[in-house]
């Protein structure tokens, strides 16, 4: 295996709509800035990777039409869907295929453009004999395993509503992000729109239109091409089983996520992740969701990820800066979400965040979930 | 400038899903019988719904059938306010209405259902529920129509 680094991201802004650009468009001005970032032209590009959920728009092989505007013309072309971790399912893709040796150059694209299609109905086309009957969408699954989760580890909803906060003030620094709310406060959480009990409407991620792009480069090439690249050190992806209540206690123990993280922590020698690890872009779709990850990741010790948001440990200027981007709380385009979890962290490494830079950053945490509980962990360093 | 557009597009598409005989199964008992089959792991003893040939923690096939209890507890519970659009109709299903993880007494696994109640402060978790079964059953799912506190 070759050492491989990102060298260059790009992004669209990221909206409620965008009427102005199609799924190809989104997905070459994306690609166009990732290059430009990295140095490089689309000649220089050996192979493409895309993440999307085609299932949201209702536009059927998607890889066929937008691939052009990743620059696919007589290239290799493949595309990626798992859900929410579809975007770092792609990134680990597009590494193992430059990993491997066979390309030097790998371009990752993901997209979605929610506004195009019902992404609540998309979501319940899950299994026709027995989801459907029993669809609540995703915030009513999210809020059954919240119930749980508050009732065991005594998490308050004022508690999530700062997580909330912190990640809209964070998504105002970042020209990129799709809400921006800047005067943002807790008692605006507390009193939005209640979706689900205790689920408000400010709690959840919103549905997004983007595209998200990162170039990966190996070995000397990245060194060549990039002063400070952000090098792949380990990549870890656990699935669980299929139906919501085949987990005990879902979104406490998120064993896929606790264990990808111990596997991953242990590829870098990690052994203190609050204070080894310099910031954290993870996948979180509702507030609550970043708090019980606190624990699955061993940011704290079970019970104490309330303790972590009262203290601002997450915050910008805390121990752990947690997605300083504004996470998936401020953007959600689903098939781009996880390529924006990786390419922000490696713009923290690269230093090339603009004014959601975190201070000097060597190790950066991605994660991606999806479905029920699947989970990719992603370590990037500045140490090749 | 252009004015931009957006065309919109309503499709009626029919799809037509083999159950395998697992599901198949399943479905006759609840639909003859007014019976909850479950299936047992020969291996780490689960009792999986809803029914599925493979245990994934074991990757053990699963041939024993087991009758599972239509009444279980709540391990979790909401409320869900929003309309969220039924796949079954195509229409938005009226909110609020009350959902819940149950086990099934003989079940390992919990199902989401949704509740008779759908008032958050009147759910709790520990609260005991049985199915309300439908007069007339077509043979799917939703010949539970919801679980109704049990009254002690």
């Known amino acids: 295996m070759r050492r491989v680094a990102i060298i260059g991201t790009g992004q669209t802004k990221h909206a409620k709509s965008h009427d102005d650009m199609n799924q190809a468009e989104l997905v070459r001005q994306a690609a166009t800035r990732a290059l430009a970032d990295a140095g490089i032209t689309y000649r220089d590009v050996d192979a493409i990777v895309l993440s999307n959920m085609e299932l949201f728009e209702g536009r059927a092989l998607p890889e066929m039409w937008v691939g052009e505007g990743a620059s696919g013309y007589l290239k290799p072309v493949m595309k990626i869907a798992t859900g929410g971790t579809s975007g770092t399912s792609a990134c680990i893709a597009g590494l193992h295929q430059c990993a491997s040796g066979l390309f030097d150059t790998v371009l990752v694209v993901g997209w979605e453009k929610h506004s195009e299609g019902a992404t609540q109905t998309g979501m319940a086309l899950t299994d026709p004999l027995w989801d459907r009957n029993i669809a609540s969408g995703a915030v009513g699954n999210f809020a059954l395993s919240i119930s749980q989760y508050m009732a065991e580890r005594g998490v308050t909803p004022e508690q999530a509503a700062k997580v909330a906060v912190k990640a809209r003030r964070n998504a105002a620094k970042n020209p990129h992000a799709h809400l921006q709310m800047p005067d943002i406060t807790v008692d605006r959480v507390l009193s939005s729109r209640m979706l689900a009990d205790p689920v408000h409407l400010l709690d959840m991620c919103p549905q997004s239109d983007g595209a998200c792009a990162l170039v990966y480069a190996a070995e000397d090439r990245a060194e060549s091409l990039c002063a400070r690249p952000a090098w792949v050190r380990a990549t870890v992806t656990r699935h669980d089983q299929p139906y919501i209540g085949d987990l005990d206690r879902r979104l406490l123990t998120m064993r896929t996520l606790r264990d990808a993280a111990r596997k991953a922590y242990q590829q870098v020698g990690i052994t203190d992740p609050l204070n080894q690890i310099d910031v954290a872009e993870i996948y979180e779709p509702v507030s609550y969701a970043e708090l019980a990850w606190y624990e699955a990741l061993g940011l704290c010790a079970e019970g104490e990820a309330g303790k972590l948001i009262d203290d601002g440990s997450t915050e910008m200027n805390g121990v752990l800066p947690v997605n300083p981007s504004g996470g998936v709380l401020s953007t959600n385009p689903v098939g781009a979400s996880g390529v924006i979890r990786v390419a922000e962290a490696a713009m923290q490494i690269m230093v090339r965040a603009g004014a959601h830079q975190v201070a000097n950053v060597r190790t950066a945490l991605a994660t991606g979930y999806g479905v029920y509980a699947w989970s990719d962990v992603i370590i990037l360093s500045a140490d090749k | ?152």
């Open chain 2, 1 to 152: 400038m252009t004015e931009l557009l957006r065309i919109s597009h309503t499709m009626n598409m029919d799809w037509r899903y083999g159950t395998s005989w697992y599901f198949a199964k399943f479905i006759r008992a609840l639909q003859d019988k007014r019976l909850i089959l479950g299936l047992r792991c020969p291996v780490c003893r689960r009792v999986y719904l809803p029914p599925r040939p493979v245990c994934g923690n074991c990757y053990a096939e699963m041939r024993e059938w087991v009758e599972v209890k239509d009444i279980g507890t709540v391990l979790a519970a909401t409320v869900v306010h929003v309309p969220i659009i039924d796949p079954l109709t195509g229409q938005p299903r009226p909110a609020p209405y009350g959902m819940a993880l149950i086990q099934l007494d003989g079940a390992d696994t919990t199902i989401n259902f949704y509740l008779a109640e759908n008032d958050a402060a009147k759910l709790h978790i520990g609260m005991r529920v049985r199915a309300v079964w439908r007069e007339q059953r077509t043979g799917t799912l939703s010949d539970i129509v919801h679980f109704k506190e049990v009254s002690s």
